[in-house]
């Protein structure tokens, strides 16, 4: 996910970003937690299953891990940056600007930041998730 991120900045002509760095961490770091997470689950949920439902829930389970992974730690981040205005910890304020910050870095990275996936991330996406439902063997127990 970090080279789909770069490839699609430095086609945009913004791979001079100060913040590149942070930002590709971000997409490391969720693409790796999906990566983790939705490989054993879609190796259960399809253990005993055809190809076609194997590639399928790879491709699904991959694409909205990373995506919402993503878009969890850019929220992280930005609510990080936001805190020192934020009122102290625990107060219902508090859980409101939590809350509503986050919503706010979520909705931006959907709107901003899955563009940073195309178009290198989805041939690869479809690739990975049909390399792994052929790599998997077909359980008959």
Known sequence: MVACAFLSLHMEGRDANFHLEKLLLIYFTGGFCAWVIALPLARLLTRRRGTETRFAAHFALLSLGTVALTAFFF???YRL???RWHQPFGTRVWAFQFVFTSAGAVYQFLVMGLRLYL????PILVGASLWLARA???SRH
């Open 119 to 122: 178009p290198v991330g989805l």
């Open 136 to 138: 998997m063997p077909l």
């Open 81 to 83: 940056f936001y805190a």
């Open 75 to 77: 929220a992280m981040d």
